[in-house]
């Protein structure tokens, strides 16, 4: 039974991390692509 909700926390963890990760990527793709439009 504990096993199983430790495993439902890593998971969430997992979940959230992945999020930010992809946020991140996100907000650099975005600034990135501004910078691309003020060059041309």
């Known amino acids: 039974m504990f096993e199983a909700e430790d495993n439902g926390k890593?998971?969430?963890?997992?979940?959230?991390?992945?999020?930010?990760?992809?946020?991140?990527?996100?907000?650099?793709?975005l600034e990135e692509f501004e910078k691309k439009l003020k060059d041309d």
């Open 10 to 29: 890593i998971m969430r963890k997992g979940i959230v991390k992945k999020r930010r990760d992809n946020e991140k990527g996100f907000w650099k793709g």
